[in-house]
């Protein structure tokens, strides 16, 4: 039978351009300018990103493949026979989750799947690669939203067990204060025993992690310097990229990759829709990205600090990576 699909737009709800203005604005006027690692992922962002994942040195999302490939049948008997509802926050083009759904398919299990992201094209193309390679009968309710929306999405849908996939290491672009927050209002919208399944990226020899940061390729600086290129098209930014430089840090005290855009040179950056100027002194750095790693004492005072109780722990035969299955709890 064919997958049943719809697609929710948010946009028109909550236009993009005004939440990116505001945003744009307060990182810019800060001491330490920075733009949010969320405006990444536009169409052009999200197509660098899928390529990114292609690396040689990007490693974790091969070891998150890993993971799932093998253990994704442990997952499904987790769940009930009862219906219950997949709901993915930052979807992607969705090509690991893939290996969960058609496992889930194959045991029988009666669920369906809500795919949330920002960039509407990795909705559409989702949707359309799940009906070309999955052979199966279930409903796929695409969601063009941020993050913080998932959250309302949850509470709006009807009553049935939920199992939250929170994958890659998105978790590790929140500060730790800022992840119990936004697990914590996971959980708030959560019955008890529902599940959620979320990567960490796990502290590892700081090379490793500065090439997958930093690749030979240079698709990582691409990426990062699309911002800029998006403030230019959708703000009338004139940011010239060739008078910035890419760079990723680890800061080891922290245990995060940081990632910075310098201006190679004093100047000045117009910006139309904020009708505002912003001044750059020589090697004066944006600060565009944090991807904070962890360890399996972290995780677990997480969990603890969130309302969940982890249940399992899965990781690649490298120890690079986990994803780790929680339940939330009374």
Known sequence: ??????????????????????????GLSRQQKSLSSAWFYD??????????????EYYLTRCEREILSAHAPQIGQRLSREPFRVLEIGAGDGHK????????????????????????RSI????????????????VRGIVAEYQDALDVLRSHRPMRNLVLF??????????????????????????????????DLKKDPHVLQRAYDDSAGVTREFNLNLLDRINRELGGAFDRRFF??????????????????????QSVRIEALEQSFDFAPWEAIKVECSY??????????????????????????????????????
């Open 1 to 26: 039978m064919p997958i049943t699909a719809e697609i929710i737009d948010t946009a028109a709800a909550c236009p993009t351009s005004d939440a990116f203005a505001r945003d744009v604005l307060r």
């Open 293 to 330: 790693k962890y360890d399996p004492q972290l995780i677990q005072s997480l969990a603890a600090a969130s309302g969940f109780r982890p249940v399992q722990r899965f990781s690649d035969a490298r120890q690079y990576f986990t994803d780790s299955l929680w339940t939330a709890i009374p």
């Open 245 to 266: 430089q890419h760079q990723a840090a680890y800061n080891s005290p922290e245990a995060c990759m940081e990632s910075f855009l310098l201006s190679t040179t004093a």
């Open 124 to 139: 559409v193309d989702l949707v359309d690669k799940l009906r070309r390679t999955i052979r199966g009968e279930f409903l």
């Open 43 to 56: 169409d052009r962002g999200s197509r660098l990103f899928e390529e990114i994942t292609r690396l040689d």
């Open 167 to 200: 994958l890659g290491s998105s978790i590790g672009n929140f500060n730790h204060t800022q992840a119990r927050r936004f697990l914590r209002g996971l959980r708030d919208s959560l019955a008890p025993g529902d599940l959620a399944l979320i990567g960490f």
């Open 97 to 120: 989750t893939q290996i969960l759904l058609r496992q889930f398919v194959e045991q029988g299990l009666d669920f369906e799947y809500v795919p949330i992201d920002i960039c509407q």
